[in-house]
DNA sequence: TGCTCGGCCGCAC
DNA sequence: CGTGCGGCCGAGC
């Protein structure tokens, strides 16, 4: 469960990162949304979030946003796969930064950052 | 299996 | 404000 100020305080966490997102693109916005929508233990192709945001042909531009996102544990990009079946790239494990934004997370809100 | 070109979005110049 | 270039890609040859 779940205490007041523990609640409080998440709602501060995810008022930052409403603010953060703000500060990209609505076209990052939706392709990270779209990686939240995944379902856990299923994979999406990056053809199928480009379509999922609008745009079939961007799949490369759905690359470029989810290697830019300031969550990058946060957000299930390892739930996305290239259509050939091939992982593609990962940056998580470079992406060293973005981590400690995950260890802080997981450190205020006394939860899981993974949202799985 | 591997290379090439096409197409889309952000960002640096 | 325009132009060029690179990216966790896809499709074609």
Redesign the pocket.
């Known amino acids: 469960m779940i205490s007041e100020k523990n609640k409080k305080n998440h709602i501060k966490i995810l008022q930052n990162i409403i603010k953060k997102m703000s500060k990209?693109?609505?076209?990052?916005k939706k392709v990270w949304i779209a990686c939240l929508e995944i379902p856990a233990g299923k994979t999406l192709?990056?053809?199928q979030i480009a379509e999922k945001v609008g745009?079939p042909?961007?799949?490369?531009?759905?690359?470029?946003a989810?290697?830019?996102?300031p969550f990058?544990p946060l957000i299930p990009?390892h739930r996305?796969i290239?259509?050939?079946g091939k992982l593609?790239?990962?940056?998580?494990s470079g992406g060293l930064k973005k981590k400690q934004v995950m260890l802080k997370y997981e450190k205020e809100t006394g939860k899981n950052a993974s949202l799985d």
């Open positions: 990209y693109s609505d076209f990052y192709t990056y053809k745009s042909k961007a799949a490369r531009a759905v690359g470029t989810l290697a830019n996102n990058a990009c996305v290239r259509s050939d593609g790239g990962y940056s998580a």
